[in-house]
């Protein structure tokens, strides 16, 4: 089964506009981290947001949210005034207390693209 | 350098070839991982060391695959005998600590294997 899975595999956004790329996440363990990252035309993957499974707030980084619904399994990503630099792929990705936390499993990823 | 290092960027091999592809993690980063990114795919886990300690090479896809990290700093992977399936994007990541914190992340190795 799938472990993360992301459903939209292209979202368009006008630019400004605020975007939400969806995930969705299937663990049994009860602690665990939940990260997305970008991952621009260049390769390098940048570090955006992380959401521990403990953690009773949304996290926070600027522009980007994370909306975390625990009980439906879901962490999806909100860019609030998407930029045309916000164009990428975005991948959401997870790690398990119980297999140690090192072992990041990756969703497919959504390429983002923003229209002027 | 502030970030993950990794060397070579580009990497063309000959199949049947040897390749090694170096990570220089952030400085006194005791966590380092390896990933493979296949075209069109987000990528795989292949090992991941703390320090010099290689705690985890589930991923690895063969014994053909081989990382160190002899000094719990720079890591090595090796693919000996390259086949073209091998062709990827190659990733390294370390972070501060262990556990459910984040990770960053080199630029990668793009090999291919003609």
């Known amino acids: 089964a799938q472990k993360i899975t992301q459903t939209q595999p292209g979202m368009f956004v006008q630019e400004k506009e605020a975007v939400t790329l969806d995930c969705t996440y299937d663990t049994s363990d009860q602690s665990y981290g939940l990260f997305w990252y970008k991952q621009p035309s260049s390769g390098e993957m940048i570090f955006l947001i992380y959401?521990?499974?403990?953690?009773?707030q949304n996290a926070t980084e600027g522009r980007y949210s994370l909306n975390f619904q625990k009980a439906r399994k879901s962490a999806n990503l909100v860019i609030s005034a998407s930029q045309l630099g916000d164009s990428a792929m975005y991948f959401c990705?997870?790690?398990?207390?119980?297999?140690?936390?090192?072992?990041?499993?990756f969703g497919a990823g959504t390429r983002l693209f923003v229209k002027a | 350098g502030a970030g993950v290092s990794q060397s070579p960027r580009y990497k063309v091999a000959k199949r049947g070839q040897d390749v090694a592809l170096r990570c220089d993690p952030i400085s006194g980063h005791v966590s380092l991982f390896w990933y493979q990114q296949a075209l069109g795919q987000g990528p795989e886990f292949l090992t991941y060391?703390?320090?010099?300690?290689?705690?985890?090479k589930s991923g690895l896809p063969s014994d053909r695959f081989f990382a160190e990290r002899p000094e719990g700093s720079v890591s090595t992977l090796k693919i000996q005998r390259t086949q073209q399936e091998d062709s990827a994007v190659y990733l390294c990541?370390?972070?501060?600590?262990?556990?459910?914190?984040?990770?960053?992340f080199g630029q990668g190795t793009r090999l291919t294997v003609v």
């Open positions: 990705a997870m790690r398990e207390q119980n297999t140690g936390g090192f072992k990041t499993i």
């Open positions: 959401q521990g499974s403990y953690d009773e």
């Open positions: 990541a370390s972070s501060i600590g262990q556990g459910l914190i984040e990770a960053f």
């Open positions: 060391f703390q320090n010099e300690a290689q705690l985890d």
